[in-house]
């Protein structure tokens, strides 16, 4: 809907919810909504997407997302190295081609727990297909090449001022939400007064972008590996990083540098032949810099204002936990976006968004990455294979190890969740990134996939809405269920089986799932009618805290 404004004479639209910025974030989140039937209007000032390769390493979770936004064949598509290469990564003392490394963030060992295969491609890539998908929804308005100049609130209403990035063009979009996910310098979080928590690490890196056959040729010694850190004891736990963007000739690499250091002053071959441990022909296609911190925001929410993406939070690029993080930030607040504007979510629903999504990143930035640097800054610090061979390969084990440990426990999860439901007595910790990977419903986390005798995986069977699994459950129970579900006008769909095969594994008869895949209540039975209102109550948003 357009119309000028009679004050102004600047073209006036209205959508229901505006989304300021248009990376993989931004129109993630747009996708998620026009699939709900919500009409959103996404602004992105950059026409393309701007070629840098970055966020390459898509988590299996990320491609459950990719599934349910009907992108997931045309992502894998879109892949820059070959499936039957690998995706696998590499952790190395010294240089690349030191004696010692060991395979890290081997991601596949959780495959089990997850309906998709993980993924590696270029954000520039993933971008394209995202923004083809989008294209596809005509809930869906883009103005690629506009840039929100203005954001403001007025009586639950929020307006966003756009302008044509080199261009005369002006115009007012009207919503009744407004996301930002406009990036770490965010305009949104600020213009909203949503003030942020630095933390102590502060390090000037450079990304590099290269092309170099002769690299691929050096590292053919580890088929099936994409990207490979080096550990050197002068950098004090941070990492030089080197990244395929290709199958044997494009690169990127991240490291530290010292202050001051510009394009001009600083041998960028010599760093990266140091890394490598060899020389190697290099043409550099991208000279940048950045700064390694850890942000987030001390709110998500400023009334009818969010944020989500690198607006809400960011960290340095250490075991590809941003674009996922952000990607997921976008899964959560969609649902309920969308459920509050068809009037069956209730306002603790929209709360729950920082509820759980802020604790989260919390802890990936303090128990992953964070705890990451630290543990390589001691170890470098304590052991010298030049000083003790011996208590330095006994230590350089035990690093391997824990990075299978470190897969394992990377399990985010909302246990605390106001919008969960948890049995009566159960222990439920606050939510969090560190958990563990099990075949059980269990509220508050992810649920895993499980076959259905018709053939298909549970994954295949879910609704739009919440679902309820029903597995030897009896009648009355699914019936009670149902009918407080109608009561709230809370969207459900039911699928019944039996209690045989994978479907054991969740260990409950009923299992409620959240649009997201989160569990959100699990049983073998309701303790009594009234309970199945209880649980409806709580996950909705209905109650301030769950029962």
């Given at each position: 809907m357009t119309a000028d404004n009679a004050s102004t004479g600047i073209p006036h639209e209205k959508t229901q919810v505006v989304i300021v910025g248009g990376g993989p974030v931004g129109i993630g989140l747009a996708i998620e909504l026009g699939q709900r039937g919500i009409h959103c209007t996404l602004v992105e000032r950059h026409r393309e997407p701007q070629p840098i390769p970055k966020g390459q390493n898509l988590t299996q979770r990320t491609m459950e997302h990719f599934h349910f936004w009907g992108a997931e064949a045309a992502l894998r598509a879109a892949r820059t190295i070959p499936p039957e290469y690998g995706i696998g990564g590499l952790t190395a003392h010294g240089t690349l081609l030191s004696p010692y490394h060991y395979d890290w963030l081997q991601r596949e060992l959780v495959r089990p727990y997850y309906f998709t295969a993980n993924e590696r491609l270029p954000q520039y890539a993933t971008e394209a297909v995202l923004r083809a998908r989008a294209a596809q929804l005509p809930t869906v308005r883009v103005l690629y090449g506009w840039t929100a100049e203005d954001v403001r609130v007025d009586n639950d209403t929020v307006y966003a001022e756009v302008a044509e990035t080199g261009g005369e063009g002006h115009r007012i979009i009207e919503g009744r939400y407004l996301v930002g996910c406009d990036g770490s310098r965010s305009r949104v979080r600020a213009q909203?007064?949503?003030?942020?928590?630095?933390?102590?690490?502060?390090?000037?890196?450079?990304?590099?972008?290269?092309?170099?056959?002769?690299l691929h040729q050096l590292l053919s010694r580890y088929p099936g590996k994409s990207y490979y850190n080096v550990l050197q004891p002068e950098l004090d736990g941070y990492w030089k990083f080197f990244g395929r963007v290709d199958l044997g000739s494009t690169w990127f690499f991240h490291a530290p540098v010292p202050p001051g250091t510009t394009r001009d002053n600083f041998d960028f071959k010599r760093y990266l032949h140091e890394a490598v441990g060899a020389e190697f022909e290099v043409d550099f296609q991208h000279i940048g810099f950045w700064d390694l911190r850890f942000a987030i925001a001390d709110r998500y929410r400023a009334g009818p204002v969010f944020i989500a993406g690198d607006a809400a939070h960011s960290h340095p690029p250490y075991g590809g936990y941003g674009v996922n993080t952000g990607f997921e930030d976008a899964r959560n607040l969609g649902w309920k976006l969308a459920a509050t504007l068809q009037g069956w979510g209730g306002e603790a629903l929209l709360d729950s968004y920082d509820a759980e999504r802020r604790p989260v990143f919390a802890s990936t930035s303090r128990d992953f990455i964070a705890r990451s640097i630290e543990i390589d800054r001691d170890f470098l610090r304590a052991h010298d294979p030049a000083r003790d061979p011996a208590a330095f390969e006994e230590a350089w084990n035990a690093r391997s190890s824990g990075a299978v440990g470190e897969v394992q426990s990377f399990e985010p999860h909302y246990?605390?969740?106001?919008?969960v439901m948890h049995a009566p007595g159960a222990h439920a910790g606050p939510c969090s990134a560190v958990g563990s990977h099990s075949f059980r419903a269990r509220a508050g986390h992810h649920l895993a996939p499980a076959g259905l005798r018709d053939g298909r995986n549970v994954f295949e069977a879910l609704g739009e809405?919440?679902?309820?699994?029903?597995?030897?459950?009896?009648?009355?129970?699914?019936a009670a269920l149902v009918e407080a579900a109608a009561a709230v006008k809370l969207p459900l769909t039911v699928v019944r089986d039996t209690a045989d095969g994978d479907r054991q594994r969740y260990g409950a008869a009923l299992v409620l799932v959240r649009p997201d895949q989160f569990v959100a209540w699990a049983g073998d039975g309701l303790a009594s009618p009234a309970q199945a209102q209880q649980v409806m109550d709580t996950i909705k948003g209905s109650r301030a805290t769950a029962a």
């Open positions: 909203a007064g949503i003030t942020q928590t630095l933390s102590d690490h502060d390090r000037m890196m450079v990304l590099l972008v290269f092309r170099s056959e002769g246990e605390g969740s106001p919008v809405g919440y679902t309820l699994l029903a597995f030897g459950a009896s009648d009355a129970d699914v």
